[in-house]
């Protein structure tokens, strides 16, 4: 009697785990994951963003000037401070 009761426990989790499943696919496919919406404000963004470059450009007047290109970095890359001699130590020997 006592192995019937372990089995029926993972079988209880099994059918629980498989209606829960089920509940919360239903309920995300009525409210639906909002995917769409965030694309749709993301292509608006990159659009104003590129005709406000756009715009910036042609008020610059200058054909070489004005707003960098999208390859040209807004910061200059950080470089590391030059490396110097290490001090000789006493125990240091000469490289021939």
């Known amino acids: 009697m006592a192995s019937l009761v372990w089995l029926l426990i993972p079988l209880a989790g099994a059918i629980y785990a498989a209606s829960w499943a089920s509940w919360a696919a239903r309920r995300s496919a009525e409210r639906g994951t ?8 993301y292509d608006a963004f990159r659009s104003v963003m590129e005709r406000s470059a756009a715009e910036r450009h042609r ?3 200058a054909a070489g000037g004005g707003a960098p290109s999208p390859s040209t970095p807004l910061r200059p890359a950080r470089r590391s401070p030059p ?3 290490r001090p000789e130590r006493p125990g240091d020997r000469p490289v021939p």
Do not use: I, L, N
């Open 83 to 85: 490396r110097t001699a």
């Open 59 to 61: 008020r610059s007047g």
């Open 34 to 41: 909002g995917d769409a919406a965030g694309v749709a404000g």
